[in-house]
Structure formats: C-alpha cells, structure tokens
C-alpha cells in the first residue's frame, strides 16, 4: 500500500495498461524519459497498471540526439497497445517520410485505444494521416511547418496540449510530462495524477489552453524583423496593432510578415497581440486594484467582454475567477 500520504487515491487495478512509445534514430531523449517517469511513478506508488514497452522501425538498441543509446522491441512483435505515443526530436520531421515509419504508425495506431505524441512526434501522426482534420499543437518552432506540410491539420501553436477525438499532441519537451498526466488523469482520476504530479515535483497539470507563446516570449523575444515588431507591440498595446502596421515597423509586406513571423514563432500576428495584451491584463487584474473595464481599456481589448472572452479561452478562468485565486494566496 501507497505510503506516502497519498494512500487515498491508490487504485486497485489489476488489468494492465500498454503504453508503447515510438522511437527513432536521433529522438528527443526527454520526450520518452518524462512520460515514462510519469506512467512508472503511477504504476509503482499509486497501484495504476502501467506496462511501458518503447518501440522502433527495426527493434534493438536506438541513439538519441545526444548519443544516449536506449533499447527497443520490434514493432512487429508488439500485439495490443491501449495508448500508442510517437516520440519527437529535431529530425522527426525528416524521418515521418521513412515509409517503415508510416507503417509503424499506421499499423499500432489500428490496434491502439488512444493515440498520442509529443512535440514534433506529431509530424510522424501527420505522415501517417492520422490528424487529418484534427486540431493538433506540436513545438512552437515546427507549427508553421507543419501547418505548410500537412493543411488538412489545425494546427494550433497556442496549446500546451490537445485532445481531439482521442488523438493526443503535445507542445516541445516538458509538455509531454503534462500530457502524460493528463492522460493518468484520464485513466485513474485526478488523485492519482496529483500524486504523481508531487512525487515529480512539478504541476499537478498545466491547463491543455496554456499558451506556448507566452513561453517563448518569456525567454526571449525573436530576433531581427519580428522581434522588432513584438518589441514595439508590446510598447504600444493600447493601438489597433494591425497586420498591416506591424509589417511596416518590420518594414516587409504583409504576406511576407506572416510567413516570417509564423515561422519564427509558431503563431500568427493576430494570436501572438491577443497574448501579449492577455499577460498585461493578468497581472492587473490578480493585483485586484483597478476596474476590468479600464485594465480592458488600457491594454487594447474593444471591450471586457472579449477580454473575459480571452482569458477562458488561454486560461480557462474568467477575469473575476483569476482574481478571486489571487486573492485566496495572498
């Protein structure tokens, strides 16, 4: 029995449950590590039936990036898996062409209840037509990518992770830890994902709405032509912001604007102001001193209506139930 305080959410749960990851030559050795740390924790603390097998193309030992050398069955050998999850890496988006690969996936993806991947892991779901007509996210580096290689998908940058119709994407790396949990959720309950999320020492779970933008702007906003206009967008919040002004401070044309800034961030112009004037708001509206309609105002929403609007769509909380938060942690 669970001994670590959390013993009220152990599961008796004796019916094993396949996690299978995909791997290949070169992957991402955190995007396999973290949900596996995640299904293994549940499995050893908290009684959930987790039986984790990592796969590849030709079966045997596979190197990673960094030359870590990880072991893996044949996919040929692999019968039923109940989650199916493609791994990404730096070249995920070459190596979804290898047409052993679309097999693979096309092949587990029939036998699987659930289907999943992490980060550019969905280039290999998208090769296989899996996402088509689905809402997919994948590392804000690569959306633009994969929105130009495959256009039946919607892709959305905006997300941390997705769940459409059972087929599971997630943003770059440390999303797939928050995918992992939301699918323990999904499985045993949000006990046994708060439990596995403490015993990780990170979030219970991030919201699946969480921007990745907000992200990157927070390490540092892009270089060049784009990075000049979100500096300046980010000086001027109040002002109508169009596309057509934005490309001007760029000093390009608007289509070029566009192509260059999804492709350096991930997200459209439109998306990437609604966030910038979204995280001015926040901070205002938790401090919980000035009126929603002048924290609207000042930060360039038409009204607090689409204000609130944003903040349920990015946050999941309206601006009285942001505030209402703030203030119980003060």
């Known amino acids: 029995m669970c001994d ?40 050893e603390l908290y009684g959930a039936a987790y ?12 190197r990673d990036r960094a030359g870590v050398v990880v072991e893996s069955e044949h996919f040929g050998e692999i019968g039923h898996s109940d989650t199916v999850l493609a791994v990404g890496g730096p070249v995920a988006h070459q190596y979804a062409l290898n047409e052993a690969a679309i097999a693979l996936i096309q092949d587990s993806s029939r036998k699987a209840a659930r289907i999943a991947s992490v980060c550019t892991g969905a280039f290999l779901l998208a090769a296989a037509g899996i996402l088509n007509n689905h809402r997919a996210t994948t590392h804000w580096r690569y959306a633009g990518l994969l929105q130009t290689q495959y256009p039946s998908i919607e892709v959305d940058a905006d997300r941390i992770f997705i769940n459409d119709g059972g087929i599971w994407t997630s943003a770059g790396m440390t999303a797939g830890m928050d995918l992992s949990l939301a699918l323990i959720e999904d499985d045993y309950g949000p006990g046994v994902a708060k439990g596995v999320a403490r015993d990780m020492v990170v979030y219970h779970r991030r919201l699946g709405g969480q921007s990745q933008f907000s992200a990157v702007l927070d390490l ?12 300046y967008a980010q000086d001027h919040l109040h002002d109508a912001l169009t596309v057509e002004h934005l490309a001007d401070i760029a000093c390009v044309s608007v289509r070029q604007f566009n192509r260059i800034f999804l492709n350096a961030t991930g997200t459209t112009p439109a998306k990437a102001i609604e966030r910038l004037r979204l995280d001015a ?42 505030r209402r938060a703030a203030r119980q942690h003060k």
């Open 51 to 62: 039986h984790v097998r990592v796969i590849s193309v030709d079966g045997g030992p596979v």
């Open 281 to 322: 708001a926040r901070a205002r509206i938790e401090e919980g001193l000035e009126p929603f309609a002048k924290i609207a105002s000042d930060v360039g929403f038409l009204s607090v209506e689409r204000m609130r609007r944003s903040c349920v769509a990015i946050f999941g909380q309206s601006p009285q139930d942001l």
């Open 4 to 43: 670590n305080g959390e013993s009220q959410f152990w599961v008796d749960n004796r019916m094993k449950r396949t996690i299978s990851f995909i791997v290949h030559p070169g992957f991402e050795l955190l995007d396999l590590s973290g949900p596996c740390s995640a299904f293994n924790i549940a499995s």
């Open 220 to 231: 540092a906003p892009p270089s060049g032509r784009v990075g000049k206009a979100l500096c």
